[in-house]
């Protein structure tokens, strides 16, 4: 047999017009990747700055039940601003009321108030968050408690607001 009959097998299995296919070069693949990573960053620019532009939601006020009954040394949970985000108000023992967030920023367990201590303790890997301000005191957690934001009126103790 000889090469010519060979080719001619070859060309007839994988017929593919060599001249008229189109390849993609290493400079058409640069600029499609320069050009797609920027739009990419232009977006991600454009997002970030609507998101800062939209004003925040206003919170509901809230009474919370009870509030006003509180002793010194105690707590009282209450949910705010949902149904779904557990919070916790503790009346200090010089009688200032703190209110914060359920929700360890660690690993999302229910921390609880520990008047002994007056601290803010999360059960679960030993995290400790001071009552004042709500800042990680110990354990693993590094960010504080969102603090909600309380208003007494004539009529009872109202959460206003949430502040990070």
Known sequence: MSDDSNTARWREDFPVRW????????RELAKFLTLGSGVLACATGALAIAARETPPKPYPALLIPSATQLLPGTSLLFRYPTDQDPCILIKTGNGEL????????HLSCAVRYEA?????????????????????TGGPP???????????????????????
């Open 19 to 26: 001249d008229s296919d189109h390849y993609l070069t290493r």
């Open 116 to 136: 002994e201590g007056n601290t803010i303790a999360c059960p679960c890997h030993r995290g400790f968050f001071a009552v004042a301000d709500g800042r990680p």
């Open 142 to 164: 590094t960010r504080g408690l969102p603090r909600v934001v309380l208003d007494t009126r004539a009529d009872g103790i109202y959460a206003i607001g949430m502040e990070a």
């Open 98 to 105: 703190k209110a914060y967030s359920q929700v360890c920023t």
